[in-house]
C-alpha cells in the first residue's frame, strides 16, 4: 500500500517540474515551405512590429514624424531619374517690355478717402488760357490773371477784405501803375493799370443801392450779378437787402473800384469778385 502511494506522488512530482513551454515546438525544428524564403517572414514580423510602434506613438509621434516623411519623400524624389520626369508645358509669352503697369488699387475706408483727397487737393490748378506774362503794362479797364508772381515781387499791400488783398508795384502816385488783386481760387493774381484801386464791402452797396431811386442810378452788370448772388444766398427777392446773411455774403463777396486818374470827373471802372473769382465788371 505504501509502495503505490509512494509511486502515485513520484508521477505528480515530476509532472508538476516539467515546463509549460515543453509541447511549443521551438523556431529551428518548424519546417518551412519550401516557396517561402527567410527574408518573407523576416519582413512579416518587421510589419508587426512597426503597427504595434505605430499605435504607441499617438498624436504627438504623428507630429513629429511628419518632418521626417517628408524628407523620405524628398529623398525618393532625389533618386528619381531624370528621364522619368515629365516636364510640364510651359507657355513662352511675350517680351516684359509689352506688359501694361498695373494701376494700384485705390485704397478704401475712411483714411484712403482721407489720403486720396490731401492728393486731389496737392494738385496745382491749371493756368487760366487768358493769363499774361509777369510784368506785361495792360490797357487801363482791363484785368487779367498774372501766375508766379511771388506777394514780395507785388509792391505795398493796400488793402485785404473778403480774402482778397490789393498791392500796389509802385510809380508815380498820379498816374495809372500796374496792382495786383490776391485771393483768387486758380492761385494767380490778377492784375489792372490805375491810379487808385478801392474796395467796397457789400453793405455799403446795398445802402446806396437801396436808397437811390433806379431812375438815378440805372442798374448796370455788376448791380445785376450782385441781385442773383444775394438771393442765393440770403434768400431775398430782388431789391431787399440781404438781412442776416449779409455777414456771410461779404465773407467772399466784394466790389472793386478801379480810377484811372485822380481829379474831377475821373473814369471808373467796377468789379464784383465773389467766391474767388471776376462775377461782372461795368464801366463808368
Known amino acids: 500500500m505504501l ?43 518587421d510589419v508587426t512590429v512597426a503597427e504595434e510602434i505605430e499605435e504607441k506613438r499617438g498624436f504627438f509621434g504623428r507630429i513629429f514624424a511628419g518632418n521626417a516623411e517628408v524628407s523620405a519623400e524628398a529623398a525618393v524624389a532625389d533618386d528619381t531619374p531624370e528621364a522619368e520626369v ?9 517680351p516684359v517690355d509689352d506688359l501694361e503697369p498695373e494701376t494700384p488699387a485705390a485704397r478704401g ?21 487768358d493769363a499774361v506774362p ?14 508766379g508772381v511771388s506777394t514780395s515781387d507785388m509792391g505795398q499791400k493796400v488793402e485785404s477784405v473778403a480774402g482778397y488783398t490789393v498791392y500796389d508795384a509802385g510809380g508815380d502816385t498820379s498816374v495809372p501803375r500796374t496792382h495786383y488783386i490776391t485771393g483768387f481760387a486758380d492761385g494767380c493774381a490778377r492784375q489792372v493799370t490805375a ?35 444775394k438771393s442765393s444766398v440770403c434768400r431775398v427777392g430782388h431789391g431787399e437787402p440781404c438781412g442776416a446773411q449779409l455777414d456771410a455774403l461779404g465773407r467772399n463777396t466784394v466790389f472793386m473800384t478801379v480810377y484811372e486818374t485822380f481829379g474831377t470827373n475821373p473814369e471808373w471802372t467796377n468789379i464784383l469778385l465773389h467766391n474767388g473769382d471776376v462775377a461782372a465788371i461795368d464801366e463808368h
Open 134 to 147: 509777369i510784368g506785361t503794362f495792360l490797357p487801363y479797364g482791363m484785368i487779367a490773371p498774372v501766375c
Open 195 to 229: 491810379a487808385v484801386v478801392m474796395f467796397g464791402d457789400v453793405g455799403t452797396h446795398e445802402m446806396v443801392r437801396y436808397l437811390t431811386p433806379e431812375s438815378a442810378l440805372p442798374y448796370t452788370d455788376t448791380d445785376s450779378t450782385y441781385e442773383a448772388i
Open 86 to 94: 515629365e516636364l510640364a508645358a510651359v507657355e513662352v509669352t511675350d
Open 3 to 45: 509502495n503505490r502511494l509512494f509511486a502515485i506522488a513520484s508521477v505528480g512530482l515530476l509532472a508538476g517540474c516539467m515546463s509549460p513551454l515543453d509541447k511549443v515546438g521551438r523556431l529551428d525544428e518548424v519546417e518551412l515551405a519550401a516557396d517561402v524564403p527567410e527574408a518573407a517572414i523576416a519582413a512579416e514580423t
Open 109 to 129: 475706408g475712411f483714411f484712403g478717402r482721407m489720403f486720396a483727397r490731401n492728393t486731389d487737393d496737392a494738385e496745382t490748378p491749371a493756368e487760366p488760357a
